[in-house]
């Protein structure tokens, strides 16, 4: 049996109700991802800067497992990496092996308890830890699994992954090692999931059937890197060697690199990495991220031109989008907006005036800049509308003759269950007026948030885009095609049910 400590410095940020730099009107990044097989080097360093790449995909909380003589080390907490690990940490955590993981909560509390990795010990002693980045939608049967076994308890409040945590360890034994219980397991795991998990010793990783969520595979001199996304790989020196595959399981130690497959593979990748989630850095089944929103951009400029005399993008995520509308439409491109990068996250009471000091605080108008100007506001995407409304009203106040809003992506209209957190379809912008047509939604959300003109990129433009086959992209957030069905005792679910049903029945 391997030794572990599981350690935090503090935990009572779950006793305050926080909001996020964006006042709660944009889309979560869920969550990131990372693992490292590298003796002799130093793997709690190499996550630490991993992590640190991955930052935009969870800002909640942080946390690593190093395996080595020592044990299995686990160490988490609330924050950002830079928050949670510090130098003289970092040096006590030695060892071969490491994972990591940073989280925003889309299934389960912000208590630290749901904090990743999450640690389990077989009844045979063997420890193993694991991290997470999605959705599991038969969470509920999971978890009868897991009670049925005595792993929790009726009424235990844990999330997806510490349910498969628990099944993972369960599955070990004398005859049966983690590399068997993962084989077992996961056949029977639906929903998303990109994991990377350890005993100590191996790194294994492992990705859904259908590959809602990257993960992808790097080389070191001397040893073999896992992550969400390439620009982790870039960030740690690793080569890039290809992508884990949908129901793909890999293990990777002294061994060498061994692989086998669990499921047959059912491409299905979220469109809104390409949008919004993963860095402009990042390449995804070939495609560049950035060069994916500088096409948008251009398509969107030809399908909805407007009459501007300055482009500017809502810093970072629409940047791209606004170089490429610039580019195409001939309107000069300028930065309109200036945002405060230490602005991160407050845990105070999110009243909707300190939602609104919030977004003053994130981004300010160059007033200089915009004065007198027709101006063409590129936003990647647009989910309760609060901070399209906020920005369009200082852009006014600071001298902007016109504002006319152009979004990067599709009307959400549809909340996602694999793996990022919007609202309730009734919270949604794109819901609020009744019409299901694209001109009067258009029209209402327009009306909604005081823009001039408002324009969104068509789900068939946004798709070519990317470079992608249609039928290999989950765009169930914009259209309710949901390819991995709806999760069970979920109470956003059932309205969406609701929904769909009705539209059904309609027809």
């Known amino acids: ?277 993963a860095r402009p850095d990042s390449t995804i089944r070939g495609r560049n991220v950035n060069a994916t929103r500088l096409e948008i951009g251009k398509r969107l400029a030809q399908t909805h031109p407007a009459d501007g005399d300055l482009v500017i993008p809502v810093p970072e995520s629409g940047t791209p989008a606004a170089v490429g509308y610039a580019r195409e439409s001939g309107i000069p491109f300028g930065q309109g907006l200036v945002k405060n990068a230490y602005v991160q996250r407050t845990f105070i009471q999110p009243t909707q005036t300190l939602r609104q000091l919030g977004i003053r605080l994130k981004l300010n108008p160059l007033r200089e800049v915009i004065e007198g100007q027709r101006l063409v506001v590129v936003d990647d995407s647009i989910v309760r509308g609060n901070t399209q409304r906020a920005l369009i009203k200082m852009l006014r106040e600071a001298g902007a003759a016109e504002v006319h809003v152009r979004i990067a992506s599709p009307p959400v209209k549809w909340p996602c269950f694999y793996g990022i957190d919007f609202a309730t379809p009734a919270e949604l912008i794109a819901n609020i007026g009744g019409d299901d047509s694209l001109e009067g939604m258009t029209e209402t959300i327009r009306n909604a948030i005081g823009a001039d003109t408002l324009g969104f990129v068509s789900i068939d433009e946004m798709v070519a885009a990317t470079e992608q086959p249609a039928n290999q992209l989950c765009t169930a957030c914009f259209d309710g095609n949901y390819p991995l069905g709806l999760p069970e005792g979920n109470s956003n679910a059932d309205a969406v049910r609701t929904l769909l049903n009705s539209a059904e029945s309609a027809e």
């Open 1 to 277: 049996m391997m030794n572990c400590v599981v350690a935090n410095t503090f935990t009572d940020h779950a006793e305050h109700n926080d909001f996020d730099d964006h006042g709660e009107t944009e889309p979560r990044e869920e969550c990131g991802v990372f693992g490292v097989w590298a003796p002799g080097q130093e793997v709690s360093k190499l996550t630490y800067f991993g992590l640190y790449a991955i930052q935009h995909r969870g800002q909640e909380a942080a946390g690593m497992a190093v395996g080595g003589e020592d044990g299995l080390l686990v160490f988490k907490d609330m924050g950002l990496v830079s928050n949670v690990f510090d130098e003289s940490l970092l040096e006590s955590l030695q060892g071969d092996v490491a994972i990591g993981h940073n989280r925003y909560s889309t299934a389960g509390g912000k208590e630290w308890a749901n904090v990743q990795p999450m640690f389990g010990t077989s009844k045979h002693g063997q420890d193993v830890a694991l991290a997470h980045n999605g959705n599991l939608t038969n969470y509920l049967e999971l978890r009868s699994m897991a009670e049925e076994r005595g792993l929790i308890t009726e009424g235990d409040t844990s999330s997806d992954t510490a349910v498969m945590s628990a099944l993972l360890a369960d599955g070990v034994g004398d005859d049966n090692s983690i590399l068997d219980s993962a084989a077992r397991l996961l056949p029977h795991v639906q929903g998303a999931f990109s994991l990377t998990f350890t005993d100590g010793n191996t790194l294994y990783a492992a990705r859904d059937p259908h590959g809602v969520r990257p993960l992808v595979l790097g080389r070191l001199e001397r040893g073999w890197v896992v992550a969400s996304e390439t620009c982790a790989l870039d960030i740690v020196g690793a080569q890039f060697i290809r992508e884990i595959e949908p129901g793909e399981l890999i293990a990777i130690d002294e061994a060498g690199l061994r692989t086998q497959r669990f499921a047959e593979t059912k491409h299905k990748g979220c469109v809104f990495e390409y949008v919004y989630l």
